[in-house]
C-alpha cells in the first residue's frame, strides 16, 4: 500500500510509482495530510466527493483546504482555503468544474476548480449543513440541517423553497431520487414523503415499518434506477422499500458485530441497469461490508478495526471507493481488486474424493449449526409478507459455557490460553478484544447526554495543572473527566482521576464512547473499595497488598518498615497511574492485555510483583527520595517477567489473604443508562462539595474585589501615565519649537545665502541672455534680410509672369470686345425698332384715350350747363320740391366735381408720361414732341374757368362738399404725381443703363 503525504504543497504526484492493489485490501493509495506551521500535526479530512466521470474528485480537511485528486492522470492539487471545515461537499452541477462545499458558519459556498474562484456564495441555514443532494440535470440542489431542508437554483443560486418542520420531529435525510424530478424526504419519526420537484406536491407517504421491528431510521440509499430505498439506523437490521410498490419488501440482518449502521451506498454496475445489487453497509466498528441484496451473501469489506472508516463515497461507475479513515486520513480503494475473487472463473466439474483423515471422531465433529436463512413469522397475506434473511459467518470451534462466551463470537477462556502463550495480544486485533473482554455497552445516547452538560466546572482549568502539547488530547482528557464527574459526583474532587484516565484517553482518543466507557468499566471493577477512605488513599487495598508482599517477601516489606516507606509510597503511585508512568506504551498495552483477561484482584498483585521484581534495587535504596523516585519513573525491569509473578502470585497466595476474597467478579456495564456510582462516603463528598462551593464564592467575591482594585489602579496607573505622557509631550513639544525655530533661523540664513548666489547667477544669466539676444537679432536680421532679397526676387518673377497674363488677357479681351460690339449693334438695332413700335402702340392708345376722355368732357359740360339752366328756370316750383332738387343738384354736383378731378388727374398723368417720353426720347437723340403740342393737348385738358364760376354761384353747402371733394382729389393727385415721378426715374435708370454700355464699348 502506498502512502502520500500532502504536507503544504500545492499540487504534485497522487503516487510515485503504479499502485497495485492487493486482492486483500484493495487499497489503491492512501493519502495524509501534514503540516508543521508550529507542531507536527496531521489535518484530518472529514468530506470526499467524486464528479460525474467517477475519475476525480474533491476532499476538505477540518481546516478548511479542498484538495481535487485526478486519479487517471495522477495529480493533485489545492482547489481552495475557506478557513473553515467543511461539513458536505457536492459535484455533478450544470458547469462541470462548479462543486458546492458547506462550511462551518452556516453557509453555502460555489467554487470553480478550474478558476479556482468563488463563483456564489448562499445563506439561510441557521445549522450546520450535513447533506447536499444535487439533481441529475444539475440545475438544482438541495442543502439539508437538523431543522430545515432548502431548495436551491444552481443556475441563479437564489433559493426556491425552503422545509420548515416542528423541532420534535427533526430532520434526517432529503434528497433526489436518481433520474427522476422526485424528492424523498426522511424524518426522525420514520415517515418517509416523496414530493414533486417543480410543483413540491406530495406524491405519496411510505407506510409505518412493523411494529416488530423497533429500528429508528438514520441512513438510506437508493438505487441507481430510483426503485430500491434501503434504510438503517441503530440496529443490524436493513429494510428494503420498493418505491413503485410503496412497501416493504425485505428485511436483512446483518452480522451480530452490527450493533449499528452508520452509513449506506449502493455499488454500481455497468451491466445491471441501475438495478444495484451490492450495497455497501458501513457499521458502528468501523468496517464496510458489501453484501448482495439478493442472496444475502458477503461479498467483501474493507477497513479493519484499528483502521476504522468514518465515512466513504463509491464512484459514479463503480471504480472507486474513497473512504475517510477514522485517524483523518483517505483511502482510496479499487472495487476490481476487492470483486477479485467474487468474479474468478468456477471451479472444475471434475472434483477428487479425498481419503478421511486418521484421527478418531468426536460427538462434536457431528454437531453443526444451520441456519435456514429465513426468519420463522407468522403466515401473513401475499401482499403484507416480508422476506426476512440473516447475514452469518460460520463459527469455527466447540461450544463453550455461557460465562465465557464474549460478543462478537469470542471465548474468554481461549483468549485467556492465548495470551499465556504469546504473552499479549495481536496489535491489530488488541483494541476490538478488549472491547469484547470489556463487554462495553456503548451506550451512545447516556454518554451524548453525559457530554451535553458541558465541561464541569471542576476541570475548567485542567490544562494549568496538566500542560499537554497536544490540544485534541487535552480536550478529549476534559470531556471524559467532566462526563466522568456528571457520572458521578465524587469524581470531581478525586485529584488522581487525570492521571488514572489519561492513558486510556491517549490510547482511544479518537472515540471518545469507548474511551468513557473502558475508565468506567476500570473504576467498577479494578478500582473496587478505592473511595471508601475517601478523600484519604485506599487504606484497606493498601492493606491487602501489604499482606500479600509480607508473605511473599518479608524482607523486602521489613526494609520499607525501617525506611519509614508505607503502602501510600510504594503501592498507591502504581495504582493511582494504573503503571503508566514506569512502563512504556508497548509494556503497558501489554501489562493491561492481562489485566483485563482476569480477575480484578490481578492489578493489585501486579503492584505486588513490580515490587518483588525490583527488590533488588529498592534494597540498596536508603533515602526516601530514592524510592519516590523510583516509583514515579521507567526503570530497567522486565514486564514479562513481573507478568509472570504475577501469576504465580495469583496462584500461590493464599485464600485468607488474597484479594480475590474482597474484591467482586467482573461485571459489565448495564445498557442503555450506565449504573449508579455511588461506592464512597457520601457525606463527606457532599461537605467537600459544600466547601468547594463556599471557597469558589469567597473566591468569586475576593475577585471582584481584586478586579475592582485592579481596575481602580488601573485607571489610577492610567491617569498617571495620562500625565506623565502629556508632560512628555509638551517638554517634546517645547524642545521641538526651539529646534524648530533654531532650524529655521539656520534656513533663513541658507535663504539668504542662496538668495545671494541667485542674484550672482541671474546677473550672469542676464549678461548671457544679451549676449545670446544680440546674437539673436544679428541673425534674425541677416535672416530678414535674406527673405527681403528671397521675396523681392520672387515678386520680380510674379510681376513678368503678370506682365505676360496681361498681354495676353488684353489681346484675348480686344477680340472679345470686338465680338461684344457686334453683338451690342445687333441688339442696338433690334431694340431700336422695338421702341419705335412700343412708341407708336403707346401714342395711339394715349390719342384714343384723349379722344374718348374729350367727348365725355364735352357731354357733362352740355349735361351741367342743362342742369343750371333747369335749376334756374325752376326756382319758382313749390318747397316741397326743394329737398329733392338740392339732394338731386347736390350729386351731380359731386360727379360734377368727380368728372373735374378726373380730368385733371388724367391731365397730370398725361404730362408726365409725356415729359418721361420726352426726356427717353432725348436721350437717344430722337424726333422730340413739340412742346407746343404739348401744350395744346395740356390746355385742351385743363378746365375751363367759365366753369369754376359757376361753382361759385353755388350754394354754400354744396360749396363746402365741392371744396372737401376737391381737397381729396388733391391727395390722390400728390400719390399719383410720387408714383409718375418713381416711374420716371427707373425709366430714367434703364435708359442710361443701356446707353451707358455702348459707350463703354466704345471706350
Known sequence: MQSTDLGNKESGKIWHRKPSPAARDGIIVNIIHTTSDYLPKVLRFLNVAFDSSGDCLIAGDHQGNIYGFDLPGNRFNLVQRTAQACTALAFNLHRKSEFLVALADYSIKCFDTVTKELVSW?????????????????????????????????????????????????????????????????????????????????????????????????????????????????????????????????????????????????????????????????????????????????????????????????????????????????????????????????????????????????????????????????????????????????????????????????????????????????????????????????????????????????????????????????????????????????????????????????????????????????????????????????????????????????????????????????????????????????????????VFSNHPSFLLMTVVAYNICSRAPLLNCDRKDDFEYFFHHRNNLDISVVIREVYHLMDTTPADIHPERVLSGFAALTKGQYPVFNQYPKFIVDYQTQERERIRNDELDYLRERQTVKNMQAEVDQQRAEDEAWCQKQELLHKAEETRREMLLHEEEKMLQQRQRLAAVKRELKIQEMHLQDAARRRLLKLQQDQQEMELRRLDDEIERK??????????????????????????????????????????????????????????????????????????????????????????????????SDASRKWFLEKEIDDALEHAEHIHNKAVVPRCQNERVASSRLPRTSQLDDISEMDSSTRISLIQRKMQWDTMERDLLERVRNLRQRLTAQARSRCQTPHLLAT
Not at 284 to 312: A, H, P, V, Y
Open 122 to 594: 448562499m445563506r439561510g441555514h441557521e445549522s450546520s449543513v450535513f447533506s447536499i443532494s444535487v439533481h441529475a440535470s444539475g440545475k438544482y440542489a438541495i442543502t439539508t440541517s437538523s431543522d430545515t431542508a432548502q431548495l436551491w437554483d444552481l443556475d441563479t443560486f437564489q433559493r426556491k423553497r425552503k422545509l420548515n418542520i416542528l423541532q420534535s420531529v427533526g430532520i434526517q435525510k432529503v434528497f433526489f431520487l436518481p433520474l427522476s424530478n422526485t424528492i424523498l424526504s426522511c424524518f426522525k419519526d420514520n415517515s418517509i414523503f416523496a414530493w414533486e420537484c417543480d410543483t413540491l406536491f406530495c406524491k405519496y407517504q411510505l407506510p409505518a415499518p412493523p411494529e416488530s421491528s423497533s429500528i429508528l431510521y438514520k441512513v438510506f440509499a437508493v438505487t441507481r434506477d430510483g426503485r430500491v430505498l434501503a434504510a438503517g439506523g441503530k440496529s443490524n437490521h436493513l429494510h428494503l422499500w420498493c418505491l413503485e410498490a410503496k412497501q416493504l419488501f425485505r428485511i436483512i440482518q446483518m452480522p451480530t458485530k452490527v450493533r449499528a449502521i452508520r452509513h449506506l451506498e449502493f455499488l454500481p454496475d455497468s451491466f445491471d441497469a441501475g438495478s444495484n445489487q451490492a450495497l455497501g453497509v458501513l457499521s458502528q466498528d468501523g468496517i464496510m461490508r458489501f453484501i448482495n441484496i439478493q442472496t444475502c451473501k458477503l461479498l467483501f469489506e474493507i477497513g479493519s478495526l484499528d483502521e476504522g472508516i468514518s465515512s466513504s463515497v463509491i464512484s459514479p461507475h463503480g471504480r472507486y471507493i474513497a473512504c475517510v479513515m477514522e485517524n483523518g486520513s483517505l483511502n482510496i480503494y479499487s472495487v476490481q481488486a476487492l470483486t477479485q475473487e467474487i468474479n474468478k472463473p468456477p471451479p472444475p466439474l471434475v472434483k477428487v474424493i479425498e481419503d478421511l483423515p486418521k484421527r478418531k471422531l468426536t460427538s462434536g465433529d457431528f454437531k453443526m449449526k444451520v441456519t435456514s436463512g429465513r426468519v420463522q413469522q407468522p403466515a401473513k397475506s401475499k401482499e403484507n409478507k416480508i422476506q426476512t434473511r440473516i447475514l452469518k459467518q460460520d463459527l469455527t470451534g466447540h461450544l463453550e459455557n455461557k460465562e465465557n462466551e464474549l460478543s462478537d463470537g469470542l471465548n474468554k477462556k481461549r483468549l485467556q490460553i492465548l495470551l499465556k502463550g504469546y504473552g499479549e495480544y495481536p496489535t491489530k486485533y488488541r483494541m476490538f478484544i478488549w472491547r469484547s473482554l470489556l463487554q462495553l455497552p456503548e451506550n451512545h445516547t447516556a454518554f451524548s447526554s453525559l457530554i451535553d452538560k458541558g465541561v464541569h466546572v471542576a476541570f475548567l482549568n485542567l490544562q494549568r495543572k496538566y500542560p499537554i502539547k497536544s490540544r485534541k488530547l487535552l480536550r478529549v482528557l476534559q470531556r471524559t473527566l467532566s462526563a466522568l464527574a456528571h457520572w458521578s459526583a465524587i469524581f470531581s474532587d478525586t485529584p488522581y482521576l487525570p492521571l488514572l484516565a489519561f492513558p486510556f484517553v491517549k490510547l482511544f482518543q479518537n472515540n471518545q464512547l469507548i474511551c468513557f466507557e473502558v475508565v468506567a468499566t476500570l473504576i467498577t471493577n479494578w478500582c473496587q473499595h478505592w473511595f471508601e477512605y475517601f478523600p484519604n488513599p485506599p487504606i484497606n487495598i493498601l492493606s491487602m497488598i501489604e499482606n500479600v508482599l509480607a508473605f511473599h517477601d518479608k524482607e523486602l516489606l521489613q526494609h520499607f518498615i525501617d525506611r519509614d516507606v508505607t503502602s501510600q509510597l510504594y503501592a498507591w503511585p502504581l495504582l493511582e497511574t494504573v503503571f503508566s508512568e514506569v512502563l512504556t506504551r508497548e509494556e503497558w498495552l501489554k501489562l493491561f492485555d492481562n
Open 803 to 900: 506682365v505676360n497674363m496681361r498681354d495676353r488677357e488684353i489681346a484675348t479681351t480686344a477680340k472679345d470686345l470686338e465680338m461684344r460690339h457686334l453683338e451690342l449693334e445687333s441688339q442696338k438695332r433690334l431694340y431700336e425698332k422695338n421702341l419705335t413700335r412700343n412708341q407708336e402702340t403707346v401714342a395711339k392708345e394715349m390719342r384714343e384715350d384723349i379722344d374718348a376722355y374729350r367727348r365725355k368732357v364735352d357731354l357733362e359740360e352740355r349735361s351741367f350747363h342743362r342742369l343750371i339752366e333747369a335749376d334756374q328756370t325752376q326756382n319758382q316750383k313749390a318747397q316741397k320740391w326743394k329737398e329733392a332738387e338740392e339732394k338731386d343738384f347736390q350729386l351731380k354736383s359731386e360727379k360734377k366735381a368727380s368728372a373735374l
